[in-house]
């Protein structure tokens, strides 16, 4: 079982070895990244690649690493009780018709070894990793309601990815195999649109590619743009049928690119790319 890139995804060389180091290690592969350097989409790419189904927990602030497990429905039990008919009553007589599987358990069950995306963790507050760490490691729970343990079938391949907005604890981190999404150069940056848009032509995204990369150096930018957004832009670009020539930038007008909100997400920082504009044009 190898991960060797796919057809919609590039995947640079380092990246498919931390791919495959996982897998050898069975360990969670944990991704960081810029926003948009395709983080998630690695998970997609390699499941579909290995042919295994991926479930995804798309982890948010108020996330419990408890409903990655399981979750008792104690409101449905309640409201059932309340039922006259036989039938709820034999239902509500047995707890396990209220426990709700959660996606850990599912992955855990299943018949043939899954790939599981745990999307964002460091969304969640700090208790989450650590609260997953027995989970991640024996790969097995107990459900106390029931008096069950839940052992995994078969190891799921664990993906888990950080924007880096809270550092994750030790303890978590040395179960995981880590791997650094660095921002793609211009070669493998030619790649991906490649992938996204083939045909297009060279000069286009020549223009294209200086502008952003221009854009993306300046420095002080609050939020830079990545693959995403370049892929957004290009793909207005085309809609719009921007002509090359603007994008060359031969006229002397202060102006920034065309569209540049595909680009730049704040107003300081296309005030900063104005000043930028002004001030090499008073250079020349
Ligand atoms: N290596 C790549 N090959 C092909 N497409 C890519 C690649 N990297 C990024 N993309 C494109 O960028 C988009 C964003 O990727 P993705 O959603 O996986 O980013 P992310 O790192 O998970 O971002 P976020 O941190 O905001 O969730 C994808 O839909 C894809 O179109
Ligand atoms: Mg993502």
């Known amino acids: 079982m190898k991960f060797q890139g796919s057809d919609n995804y590039v995947a640079t060389q380092d990246l498919m070895l931390a791919v495959n180091a996982a897998i050898t290690l069975q360990r969670p592969l944990l991704v960081k990244g810029e926003p948009g350097t395709g983080k998630t989409m690695l998970a997609e790419e390699v499941s579909t690649a290995l042919g295994m189904p991926l479930l995804q927990w ?159 150096n300046l420095p002080g930018l609050k939020k830079k743009p990545s693959t995403s957004e370049l892929l957004d832009w290009l793909k207005l670009l085309l809609a719009e049928d921007i002509p090359l020539e603007v994008l060359q930038n031969k006229d002397e007008k202060v102006s920034v690119p065309p569209l540049v909100g595909a680009l730049l997400k704040n107003e300081q920082d296309v005030t900063l790319f104005e000043k930028l504009v002004f001030m090499q044009r008073h250079n020349r």
């Not at 036989?86 to 899954?114: C, H, M």
């Not at 991640?136 to 079938?153: G, S």
Request: with cysteine.
């Open 58 to 216: 798309h982890v948010k602030s108020t996330t419990k690493a408890q409903q990655g497990l399981y979750e008792y429905d104690a409101v449905s039990r309640l409201r059932d009780s309340q039922l006259a008919d036989e039938e709820s009553s034999t239902k509500v007589r047995d707890i396990r018709n209220y426990i709700v599987q959660g996606v850990l358990w599912q992955a855990f069950t299943s018949d043939r070894p899954v790939a599981l995306l745990i999307d964002e963790i460091d969304k969640a507050d700090i208790e989450f990793p650590n609260d997953l760490l027995r989970e991640i490691d024996r790969m097995e729970f107990y459900v106390y309601e029931t008096r069950e343990l839940v052992r995994a079938k078969h190891r799921p391949l664990v993906f888990i990815t950080s924007n880096n907005e809270k550092e994750l604890p030790d303890a978590f981190l040395r179960r995981c195999f880590f791997h650094y999404i660095k921002f793609p150069d211009a070669d493998t940056m030619k790649q991906i649109v490649d992938v996204h848009f083939p045909g297009l032509k060279q000069e286009l995204l020549g223009a294209a590619m200086k502008t952003f990369y221009d854009v993306r």
